[in-house]
């Protein structure tokens, strides 16, 4: 794959010059006949790294020669994306909810269809009054830190507490909720709810819901690179749904909301699960693709949306 990349940046816009603008060809050319899905932004968004600009900065330095160690980071981050490696993972970072948040190989890569805990979870705590009003969030399983400081952009008085087994985990969250400048989240290592005590208006969760023999099937960008400790449930992909129905009732305030996300096909079993336990749920939320993505479950009898 190097070789490809070094032809693709030798390319000239004119006798001696290689641009901003032809790099972003050669990398989007590159990138479709690899059929990678997005090869046009995963292309302006390496060659934006590269420079340091953003999109409007790139547009107005289109014209502007590249020089030599600019076009060797360039095809380097090109035959890494040709390897399947995610672009959050070479640039390091990925926006969710408009915030910049790192990523690192201890964390999943937010994604697009997350947000929908967080429309959902808004929409709950809407309906029971201000957002202004203090509020108590606990985030399962918090990985970068994602849902909880997405939340918290949006809760101005909130304090919100951010699980997770993994160190590496928690302390790349830390360093988010830092440059983030909110200083209303704290996070704690244990086994979801393991460690955590005291009542909540607000509990959400993007637990590990692939089923271990399906993990293999995935595609390069998420087998290779997510740590299998966030992607794996158990052998039908329900372990961590049952761990959080057995303990959420108990951490629930009386009109609290738990806001979890879903895997292709489980609204129905996870349902189940958590009525078992003795909490009401609604029909999920689709994300954008239509899919039945977030659930949303209370001790209440009233729907809180």
Avoid at 88 to 103: N, P, T
Avoid at 109 to 116: G, L
Avoid at 131 to 145: E, F, H, K, N
Wanted: glycine residues 8%; proline residues 6%.
């Amino acid at each position: 794959m190097t070789p490809a990349a070094g032809v693709a940046l030798d390319r000239r816009d004119g006798a001696n010059a290689f641009s901003v603008s032809a790099a972003r060809r050669a990398l989007t050319e590159q990138f479709r006949a690899a059929g990678l899905d997005s090869p046009e932004l995963d292309a302006r968004i390496l060659v934006g790294h590269t420079l340091a600009l953003d999109h409007a900065g790139l547009a107005a330095a289109s014209a502007r020669i590249l020089d030599a160690g600019e076009r060797t980071t360039i095809a380097a981050f090109a035959d890494r994306r040709l390897a399947r490696e995610p672009v959050a993972r070479i640039v390091g970072s990925k926006e969710f909810w408009s915030l910049k948040l790192r990523v690192d190989p201890t964390t999943l890569v937010p994604r697009p269809e997350t947000e929908t805990i967080v429309e959902t979870a808004l929409a709950a705590v809407d309906t029971g009054g201000s957002r202004l009003r203090p509020l108590q969030i606990a985030d399962l399983g918090t990985g970068s830190g994602a849902l909880l400081l997405a939340l918290l952009a949006e809760l101005p008085n909130a304090f919100g507490i951010g699980t997770d087994t993994s160190i590496g985990a928690l302390r790349t969250a830390r360093d988010n909720a830092r440059c983030l400048q909110f200083p209303r989240a704290a996070f704690v290592a244990c086994d979801m709810s393991a460690a955590l005590g005291g009542l909540f208006d607000l509990i959400v969760s993007n637990p590990p819901y692939i089923a271990s023999g399906d993990i293999a099937a995935l595609t390069p960008e998420v087998r290779d690179h997510d740590p299998r400790a966030a992607l794996d449930g158990g052998v039908d992909g329900l372990d961590y749904y049952r761990a959080i129905a057995a303990a959420v009732p108990a951490l629930l305030k009386p009109a609290g909301s738990l806001i979890i996300e879903l895997g292709e096909g489980q609204a129905r079993a996870v349902a189940a699960l958590f009525a078992a336990a003795g909490l009401k749920t609604w029909p999920p939320r689709a994300d954008l693709g239509g899919m039945p993505r977030a659930l949303l479950a209370s001790k209440a009898t009233t729907a809180p949306r």
